[in-house]
Nanobody, 121 residues
């Protein structure tokens, strides 16, 4: 019913920047909170940053001051601007959204397929 498709990952040198996008499509009535998570090899998935429908944001301490989350409600899209990237930012980045579908009564959590970000010289 709902698909989340991430884009913008890739290989970047330390200190570089990337911008991730995640577009939601399908039978969407309303999207609430959206977020970016990441999972490095051998580690648990962790929250990178989140944003409410109204635009309030939060971010992990490890990315504060470097990463910025934003969204465009008209496009059902969330973004993650990543600056001053470090090798430890290397991970698969996943988009997450709290979506109420048409005809549904409660929101459901949806995930994207993930996009690889590799920070290496």
């Amino acid at each position: 019913q709902v698909q989340l498709v991430e884009s913008g990952g890739g290989l970047v040198q330390p200190g570089g920047s990337l911008r991730l996008s995640c577009a939601a499509s399908g039978s969407i009535f309303r999207i609430g909170a959206m977020a970016w998570y990441r999972q490095a090899p051998g580690k648990q998935r962790e929250l990178v940053a989140g944003i409410t429908r109204g635009g309030s944001t939060n971010a992990a301490d490890s990315v504060k001051g470097r990463f910025t989350i934003s969204r465009d409600n008209a496009k059902n899209t969330v973004y993650l601007q990543m600056n001053s990237l470090k090798p430890e930012d290397t991970a698969v980045y996943y988009c997450n959204a709290d979506v109420q579908v048409w005809g549904g009564t409660i929101p459901t959590d949806y995930w994207g397929q993930g996009t690889q970000v590799t920070v290496s010289s």
